[in-house]
């Protein structure tokens, strides 16, 4: 792990962009979105991508966007939920960053992302089966990719964004 990036990963809705945007305004690092700097590249949305090349060539674009934004140095960037599926991202990661998994449960993702019409994924008749799908699917991978874990379901995004700094600033004064 290299403390100069903060990387956050986690379930869609679970906070990773909401709460990446103010931990990098707190510590005044670039912050950067998977997700976005994908939109940015190709000129068209996410949705867009699913449909067009499926979901393995969303994962394509994401795999190598993840491999430019782990060469940048003090940043902070929120990947998107999916990004830890593949294991080059999961070892790029780890190694490069201080990873943090934004642990929340389906009940809160599914009233988070109700209104949503930006993630393919849950465009499906039942958004709580699919969640809970994804769920258990990923949250090994999360686990094994983490140094840290805060369940961003229980607190405010300031609340988490602050637990995140303590121990974020313990691990580099622990290092000096
Ligand atoms: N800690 C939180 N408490 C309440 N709402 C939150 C919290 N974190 C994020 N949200 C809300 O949940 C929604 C999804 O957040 P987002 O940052 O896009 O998640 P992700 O990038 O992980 O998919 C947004 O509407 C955001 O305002
Ligand atoms: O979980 C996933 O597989 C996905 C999560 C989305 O990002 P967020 O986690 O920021 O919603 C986005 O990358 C895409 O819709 C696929
Ligand atoms: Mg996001």
Known sequence: MRSENIYLIGLMGAGKTTIGRQLAKTLKLPFYDSDKAIEEATGVNIPTIFEFEGEAGFRDREQKMIRHLTQMHGIVLATGGGAILREENRHLLKENGFVVYLKCS????????????????????NPRARLESLYAEREPLYLACADFKVDTGVMQSRAVVNRILEHYRKLNSNSE
């Not at 993702?109 to 994924?121: C, G, H, N, S, W």
Request: glycine fraction near 4%; avoid cysteine.
């Open 106 to 125: 389906v009940g809160r993702i599914l009233e988070r992302t109700r209104k949503d019409t930006q993630r393919p994924l849950l465009r499906t008749d």
